[in-house]
């Protein structure tokens, strides 16, 4: 099933204008449930009740307040949001080029990808190398879903990226805070150096495994075939321990792990190396059979 555009507008760049068409990028893969009423397994019902009325409220019967007091509010309606100064709804501004290292991940928000127009592909592919040579991504501002958000327009390969970002006051962290005050050993930093160098691999993103939705996957088919559940097996212990022995004891580990992968990258590399050969000793003999037919 092609994937349905959410936004539909242009991508203005200084005086060039791109049509465009805005997709989201990811999936949510959780797994979801319903409410059951615990006694009948009924599906529960969700429904909107006014105390004050003492009765079931109808959706058009519903307005929107402003809370500026306790039980006070302030009535806002569709017509005052319609005249709220948004900008143009159909058009990614960008106002400005910067290094996409100067961006904190902290202030990404959710990710789009972007796709052009049929008829606008070579100012698309303009934008895009000139951006790649430059090495810089693009802040813009967009309207979406009645709100003015700041974006970063980024490429991933080939891909035009769009992420949405927040704003300074929506970001709870609070910069410039120094590192803990701790006293730590030479011998402490040296070790925790070297199990990092140890751990220390390329991203490889298509190795990671959502655990946790496998397990509950699993839960749900096993009741499903009425077998019994499987427990998960205990929590690492919170204890605090000697630092130094954690230390040694994950360089261990680490290298042990790391042994254990080389052996059955080893006999991959074997099996794959022994299969070429009995299927080139099959093609041989079927050669050599066929050439002797012939002959015959």
């Not at 092609?2 to 893969?29: C, D, H, Q």
């Not at 006014?50 to 058009?60: A, F, H, N």
């Not at 100012?123 to 979406?144: G, Q, R």
């Amino acid at each position: 099933m092609a994937a349905r555009a959410i936004w539909t507008g242009v991508i203005t760049f200084g005086m060039v204008s791109i049509p465009v068409k805005l997709y989201s990028a990811t999936e949510n893969k959780d797994i979801s449930f319903n409410q059951l009423h615990r006694d009948c397994k009924g599906r529960i019902k969700q429904q909107t009740f006014c105390p004050t009325c003492d009765r079931k409220i109808e959706y058009d019967e519903i307005e929107k307040g402003y809370e500026y007091g306790k039980d006070q509010y302030v009535v806002i309606t569709k017509e005052d949001l319609e005249k709220l100064p948004v900008p143009n709804k159909n058009v990614v501004e960008v106002t400005s080029f910067i290094r996409q290292d100067e961006i904190d991940p902290i202030y990404y928000d959710k990710n789009y990808y972007i796709e052009p127009d049929p008829a606008a592909k070579k100012p698309f592919a303009l934008f895009l190398k000139a951006m790649k040579e430059k090495d810089v991504v693009a802040v813009a501002s967009i309207a979406l879903r009645s709100k003015q958000r700041l974006c970063a327009l980024r490429l991933l390969d080939g891909t035009l990226m769009l992420n949405t970002l927040l704003y300074p006051d929506e970001i709870r962290v609070q910069r410039g805070t120094p590192l803990p005050d701790v006293q730590l050993s030479d011998k402490e930093m040296a070790m925790a150096n070297s199990l990092i160098d140890l751990m220390t691999s390329d991203f490889e993103p298509e190795q990671l495994k959502d655990s946790y939705r496998e397990a509950l996957l699993t839960t749900i088919e096993a009741k499903l075939e009425g077998k019994e559940v499987v427990e998960a097996p205990a929590a690492p212990s919170s204890n605090v321990v000697d630092l130094m022995d954690a230390l040694k004891a994950s360089m261990e580990a680490m290298k042990a792990q790391k042994e254990a992968a080389k052996q059955t990258a080893a006999a991959s590399k074997s099996d794959k190396a022994e299969k070429a050969s009995k299927e080139a000793a099959t093609a041989g003999a079927a050669k050599t059979s066929k050439k002797k037919a012939a002959a015959g």
